[in-house]
Nanobody, 123 residues
């Protein structure tokens, strides 16, 4: 059974940093693309960042230059380093994984999802 477990969320002041982690179990995702999405209250879930098995990356415009996605295949873990956080970054952040290697921003193309971790940014 595949499981994605996020950690690292919490409360931070605007301008601060958090590092989210997503540990995968049940299968290896070495050759698969992985991503982060987020959902704020009253809003639809949106794409944040994705990383391919070759470590190519892609970011939403809203986080470009502030967030960095990375992966450690030996640990079957993907990370999201979030710097210069803004109140509008507050949301539940979800880790997602594909069965395939290609990058995509579309959540329907991800096959596995974590339960989410809350990020709160105070102004």
């Amino acid at each position: 059974q595949v499981q994605l477990v996020e950690s690292g969320g919490g409360l931070v002041q605007a301008g601060g940093s958090l590092r989210l982690a997503c540990a995968a179990s049940g299968r290896t995702f070495t050759n698969a693309a992985m991503g982060w999405f987020r959902q704020a209250p009253g809003k639809e879930r949106e794409f944040v960042a994705a990383i391919s098995w070759t470590t190519a990356t892609y970011y939403a415009d809203a986080v470009k230059g502030r967030f960095t996605i990375s992966r450690d295949n030996a640990k079957n873990t993907v990370y999201l380093q979030m710097n210069s956080l803004k109140p509008e970054d507050a949301a539940v952040y979800y880790c997602a994984a594909r069965r395939y290697s290609g990058l995509t921003v579309h959540e329907f193309e991800y096959h596995y999802w974590g339960q989410g971790t809350q990020v709160t940014v105070s102004s």
